[in-house]
Nanobody, 125 residues
Framework: QVQLVESGGGLVQAGGSLRLSCAAS????????MAWFRRTSVKEREFVAA????????NYADSVKGRFTISRDNAKKSVYLQMNSLKPEDTATYYC??????????????????WGQGTQVTVSS
């Protein structure tokens, strides 16, 4: 079992930065790929970024590529999302999630079996 708790959200002006953190508990964290999704007023669960268990490979949605960076620290059982050059359209509730064992569809919400409670990010124009 994995429990996930996000933090780091807040209100920021367009062009600003935020760093989200996701703290995990559970023995299987270091063997799981992790991802960030977001929920907006028009999209229930949109893929943002994913990172494999070792941290050696990452994937990003086109809308955040070049602006966001996902990373992890397995010793601290944590995943991070550094968000730079934020835009009003990045306003959303951000969730971290743990990929199910043996799944590879990292951009599908159904591929994840553990989710955090979410942290709100609001970008003002």
């Amino acid at each position: 079992q994995v429990q996930l708790v996000e933090s780091g959200g807040g209100l920021v002006q367009a062009g600003g930065s935020l760093r989200l953190s996701c703290a995990a508990s559970g023995r299987t964290f270091s063997s799981r790929s992790m991802a960030w999704f977001r929920r907006t007023s028009v999209k229930e669960r949109e893929f943002v970024a994913a990172i494999i268990w070792s941290g050696s490979s990452t994937n990003y949605a086109d809308s955040v590529k070049g602006r966001f960076t996902i990373s992890r620290d397995n010793a601290k059982k944590s995943v991070y999302l550094q968000m730079n050059s934020l835009k009003p359209e990045d306003t959303a509730t951000y969730y971290c999630a743990a990929l199910r064992d043996y799944y590879t569809n990292y951009d599908l919400p159904s591929a994840y079996d553990y989710w955090g409670q979410g942290t709100q990010v609001t970008v003002s124009s």
